[in-house]
């Protein structure tokens, strides 16, 4: 990681979001690089922008495909979190359907491996909210006639890695486990992708 990500890029305009759709994502700023970026930490959440930075470095160092990520500065000075947005993203609804139904035509390189290395990672981290809408497909053109989709892993918020107190494991109830049964259903499970991610 360079010196450089730390520092912080200015907002210069923020959008926040008209309906709570994520635990801790308020909104949208466009910053003084000319990009846009989901924020985390508007609200004065400092550990969720700590959990959030740590988190999505360790996947990025193991190869996960997360977004980049900024330190971002308000105009009251505050320190929060952005992860950039992905252009040509596909809706929530159409992501949840490529999930949990299947990618019909639709081409998503190594999904299988990517969602396996994502259940290992989130288990490892203690991530209890790994849902079908924390997952990004970007729309990456044609191949002969074949649409083909990049996967994007976001959302690392609600980890309790930080937290000295907190229950080792994650609980069948938990979204991460329960979406992740569905999700195994339709594209399968790579144990043995999963045991090299986490030798890694």
């Known amino acids: 990681m360079m010196q450089l990500e730390f520092i912080p890029l200015r907002i210069t305009e923020y959008k926040p979001n008209p309906r709570q759709t994520t635990v801790h994502q308020t909104g ?24 959030e930075w740590i988190c999505t470095s360790f996947a990025r160092s193991l190869n996960l495909p997360v977004p980049p990520m900024k330190v971002l500065q308000t105009p009251s000075g505050a320190l929060v979190f952005g992860s950039q947005a992905i252009t ?19 081409n998503v390189p190594g999904i299988r491996n990517l969602l396996s290395a994502t259940y290992a990672f989130d ?22 006639g074949q649409e083909i989709a990049n996967l994007h892993i976001i959302d690392f918020g609600s980890s309790t890695i930080l937290n000295d107190n907190a229950i080792v494991g994650l609980a069948q109830g ?6 992740g049964k569905k999700i195994r259903k339709v ?12 030798d890694r």
């Open 123 to 144: 288990q490892l981290i203690y991530n209890p909210d790994r849902h079908d809408h924390n997952f990004l497909f970007q729309r990456a053109g044609l191949i002969d």
């Open 28 to 51: 949208v700023a466009l910053c003084d690089d000319g990009l846009r970026y989901f924020v985390k930490g508007m609200g004065g959440e400092v550990e969720v922008c700590a959990t």
């Open 88 to 106: 040509h993203c596909m809706s929530d609804l159409e992501a949840s359907m490529l999930l949990l139904d299947g990618p019909g035509n639709l």
């Open 174 to 179: 938990m979204p991460t486990v329960q979406v």
């Open 187 to 198: 594209h399968g499970f790579s144990v043995e992708f999963a045991r090299s991610f986490l």
